[in-house]
């Protein structure tokens, strides 16, 4: 009896994970945003990270006049598991980098960095530092490594 080719785990693996992260909200982003040199200066695959973290963000409606509403988002608290990284094809190396070029182009700020066997995850902040993105006044951050004490490569050699 002749089947088809066999599944890898990995195929199964995206496909199972694809389903758990779906999202069904819609994407909206700034043309300010869209059109600055921050944006232009990142890789698709940061690019396609950042238009998830925003369509990860909730938001409401609040009237701000005569039957006038404001949509205002909320931008903190926003997280993405190397999981759900690893589920659309980014290695955890590569998300690593993609997170850290986020963060040093002025679109995320860390609030919490997370770890400790997958037990705590990191959450984020979208930011407006990019809208000084070249410019001498820009805040410049960076996404620092994490490693619980005795973890790191210098100690593993020391022992």
Same mark, same amino acid.
């Given at each position: 009896?002749?089947? @088809?080719?066999?599944?890898?785990?990995?195929?199964?693996?995206?496909?199972?994970?694809?389903?758990?992260?779906?999202?069904?909200?819609?994407?909206?982003?700034?043309?300010?945003?869209?059109?600055?040199?921050?944006?232009?200066?990142?890789?698709?695959?940061?690019?396609?990270?950042?238009? +998830?973290?925003?369509?990860?963000?909730?938001?409401?409606?609040?009237?701000?006049?005569?039957?006038?509403?404001?949509?205002?988002?909320?931008?903190? @608290?926003?997280?993405?598991?190397?999981?759900?990284?690893?589920?659309?094809?980014?290695?955890?190396?590569?998300?690593?980098?993609?997170?850290?070029?986020?963060?040093? +182009?002025?679109?995320?700020?860390?609030?919490?960095?997370?770890?400790?066997?997958?037990?705590?995850?990191?959450?984020?902040?979208?930011?407006? +530092?990019?809208?000084?993105?070249?410019?001498?006044?820009?805040?410049?951050?960076?996404?620092?490594?994490?490693?619980?004490? @005795?973890?790191?490569?210098?100690? +593993?050699?020391?022992?």
């Amino acid at each position: 009896m002749a089947r @088809g080719p066999a599944k890898s785990p990995k195929k199964k693996f995206e496909k199972v994970a694809k389903k758990k992260f779906k999202l069904r909200r819609k994407v909206w982003i700034e043309p300010d945003m869209f059109e600055s040199a921050a944006f232009r200066s990142l890789s698709s695959k940061a690019m396609w990270a950042l238009l +998830r973290f925003l369509q990860k963000r909730t938001w409401e409606k609040a009237k701000i006049g005569r039957g006038k509403t404001q949509t205002i988002y909320q931008t903190e @608290g926003l997280s993405f598991s190397y999981t759900e990284a690893e589920a659309f094809g980014i290695s955890k190396a590569q998300f690593h980098r993609i997170l850290k070029k986020l963060v040093e +182009r002025g679109f995320l700020d860390p609030e919490h960095r997370g770890g400790a066997y997958g037990r705590d995850y990191s959450r984020y902040a979208m930011s407006d +530092r990019w809208r000084n993105y070249g410019q001498p006044n820009f805040e410049f951050k960076t996404l620092e490594r994490v490693l619980l004490p @005795g973890h790191d490569v210098q100690s +593993r050699i020391a022992k």
